[in-house]
């Protein structure tokens, strides 16, 4: 790939954008699939000494290659979402998202690009979030969703030829604060509980569930996905003021296995465990909606646990 092959588009302003070319934007995506979602700092340098663009030419660019990871079969509306995140190396790397959906079952259902995007950097570890890339104006959940992160009123929000920050698409907002939550998303309350002991549970998905965002229903939970040949991957479950663009543990762990390139089928996954906190479990059902919408997966393992309080 070299600069010389890169197309330069003149927009409706006359500025030239870049763009990557076809061969390019593949071989981009199959290296994004590798890192399973991921540019990581060093990438990012590299990519823009090759093709000699800035950051933020290049993280238009990536839109395109994040929309690839898309699954759309109701809407085949792909769309495309990339955070730049901070993670605690003081690295700034690029979290690619893309929408999900799930044929003949509720819409509410969906996991939207950038919910996607935000869940990548949150299950990673990126600290700080600095700018939301998207290939398309978000729709009101989304600046909703966008709206419970610990840096909402900080970070920029990039649209291919428009940039905002999210006072401006969502003024008059209803937040966390609305229901005396001090806390965010990239900023919830220090955990003080640890589940019970159980043997049958992978330490890595007891980890996480205590790392939920769940300031409304206090239900800690997460779930993890084993392939046969690809590892496991996990999702958590993050919580919003508004109730509905609620990110469920299952959506965040499937977005992330298709950011690995890989399919909820039976030749890929092996296994599906959900963790729930015991005496305000609520996602067992949605959990199994959500499955019913592929045939041949192995049935859902789901277990409660109690808390018990460290301090
Ligand atoms: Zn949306």
Request: net charge negative; aromatic share 10%; proline share 4%.
């Amino acid at each position: 790939m070299t600069a010389s092959t890169s197309s330069v588009l003149k927009d409706s302003l006359n500025k030239t954008t870049f763009s990557f070319d076809e061969s390019q934007r593949t071989a981009l995506f199959n290296q994004v699939k590798t890192q399973h979602g991921l540019l990581f700092a060093a990438d990012i340098k590299a990519l823009c000494a090759q093709y000699t663009i800035t950051h933020d030419e290049l993280l238009r660019a990536c839109l395109p290659v994040a929309s690839l990871f898309a699954v759309a079969p109701i809407s085949h509306f792909l769309v495309g979402a990339v955070v730049v995140g901070i993670d605690c190396d003081d690295a700034i790397n690029f979290y690619f998202g893309a929408n999900v959906e799930f044929a003949k079952q509720p819409l509410s259902l969906v996991v939207h690009a950038e919910q996607s995007a935000i869940n990548n950097a949150w299950l990673k570890g990126a600290q700080t979030i600095v700018q939301i890339a998207i290939s398309d104006a978000p729709c009101g959940y989304c600046r909703q969703f966008m709206n419970e992160l610990a840096d909402a009123e900080k970070f920029d929000i990039l649209l291919p030829d428009q940039q905002f920050k999210l006072n401006q698409l969502l003024p008059h907002a209803f937040g966390p604060k609305d229901l005396g939550n001090n806390y965010s998303l990239f900023n919830p309350a220090p955990q003080t509980q640890i589940f019970e002991a159980n043997t049958d549970i992978d330490t890595a998905l007891t980890k996480l569930a205590l790392t939920a965002y769940v300031p409304y229903t206090a239900n800690y939970c997460a779930v993890k996905i084993t392939t046969f040949d690809n590892g496991c991957f996990y999702g958590c479950y993050a919580e919003n003021a508004a109730y509905s663009p609620s990110l469920a543990p299952l959506q965040s762990a499937i977005s992330q296995l298709h950011l690995a390139g890989l399919s909820m089928n039976d030749t890929t996954v092996k296994s599906i465990e959900l963790l729930q906190t015991k005496g305000v479990e609520n996602q067992l059902h949605v959990s199994e909606s959500v499955l019913a919408n592929y045939s041949n997966l192995p049935a859902l393992i789901a277990y409660s646990l109690a808390l018990i309080k460290t301090c």
